[in-house]
């Protein structure tokens, strides 16, 4: 089945324990970001990849990192996370560059304290 | 890319159609027009997209006017599971700078026996 996965779907962590969330597609998709979701707000994109090791800004950067080593694979990275980064958060992919057709993971929900 | 304006609320019966609207008036030539939904929490779900002529597929039908500046998303026959924020969104397809999807506050559709 053609999916975007993501692992945790739930976490709960401290102020500045790093953390990864995954985020793979099996799709052979070339583009993947990363969105965050908070009420009132709407989804923001936070990162985005065109390509293997071809990563890129997206409005809410700051506090994360991400990767692009594999095609299928597109980690979150929070180093020191805080508890304005507690949010929904989701992963998307597209087949091709420039395409809007995003399929959507299930989801991360994280909460910082 | 230009600012769409939706209900932030409707109701639907069972088996009817439901016909959401979305106001685009700042569109410009290249840009098409998309419609997502997210059911509760989950990831958003693409669902239809176009950019001057109707289009339909299995889930729904696209209706754009003729000046482009509004459309319509029609569900034939709404069901309990449509219920969900639909948010529609416009947005130039850029090859080379990914899609990066700008979601407003959508419409909330409650679809009710």
Same mark, same amino acid.
């Given at each position: /089945?053609?999916?975007?996965?993501?692992?945790?779907?739930?976490?709960?962590?401290?102020?500045?324990?790093?953390?990864?969330? *995954?985020?793979?597609?099996?799709?052979?998709? /070339?583009?993947?970001?990363?969105?965050?979701?908070?009420?009132?707000?709407?989804?923001?994109?936070?990162?985005?990849?065109?390509?293997?090791?071809? *990563?890129?800004?997206?409005?809410?950067?700051?506090?994360?990192?991400?990767?692009?080593? /594999?095609?299928?694979?597109?980690?979150?990275?929070?180093?020191?996370?805080?508890?304005?980064?507690?949010?929904?958060?989701?992963?998307?992919?597209?087949?091709?560059?420039?395409?809007? *057709?995003?399929?959507?993971?299930?989801?991360?929900?994280?909460?910082?304290? | 890319?230009?600012?769409?304006?939706? @209900? @932030?609320?409707?109701?639907?019966?069972?088996?009817?159609?439901?016909?959401?609207?979305?106001?685009? &008036?700042?569109?410009?030539?290249?840009?098409?027009?998309?419609?997502?939904?997210?059911?509760?929490?989950?990831?958003?779900?693409?669902?239809?997209?176009?950019?001057?002529?109707?289009?339909?597929?299995?889930?729904?039908?696209? !209706?754009?006017?003729?000046?482009?500046? &509004?459309?319509?998303? !029609?569900?034939?026959?709404?069901?309990?599971?449509?219920?969900?924020?639909?948010?529609?969104?416009?947005?130039?397809? !850029?090859?080379?700078?990914?899609?990066?999807? !700008?979601?407003?506050?959508?419409?909330?559709?409650?679809?009710?026996?």
């Amino acid at each position: /089945e053609a999916q975007v996965t993501q692992n945790p779907r739930y976490l709960i962590t401290v102020t500045g324990k790093k953390l990864t969330v *995954t985020c793979s597609q099996n799709m052979n998709h /070339e583009y993947m970001s990363w969105y965050r979701q908070d009420p009132g707000l709407g989804l923001r994109q936070i990162y985005y990849s065109m390509n293997v090791e071809v *990563t890129d800004k997206g409005d809410v950067p700051e506090g994360y990192k991400v990767s692009r080593k /594999e095609k299928r694979n597109f980690p979150l990275i929070l180093e020191s996370p805080s508890p304005n980064q507690t949010s929904l958060y989701f992963c998307a992919s597209s087949l091709k560059r420039g395409s809007d *057709t995003q399929y959507f993971g299930p989801g991360t929900r994280l909460t910082v304290l | 890319d230009a600012k769409t304006t939706q @209900p @932030p609320s409707m109701d639907c019966a069972e088996g009817r159609a439901a016909n959401l609207p979305c106001n685009h &008036s700042t569109i410009s030539g290249n840009e098409y027009v998309y419609w997502y939904r997210q059911i509760h929490s989950q990831g958003p779900q693409y669902i239809i997209h176009g950019l001057k002529n109707n289009e339909t597929n299995e889930m729904a039908s696209l !209706i754009i006017t003729e000046d482009r500046k &509004s459309s319509t998303l !029609i569900l034939p026959h709404a069901t309990l599971r449509d219920t969900a924020v639909y948010y529609c969104i416009v947005s130039r397809m !850029i090859y080379n700078q990914g899609g990066k999807l !700008i979601f407003g506050q959508g419409t909330e559709l409650s679809v009710k026996p």
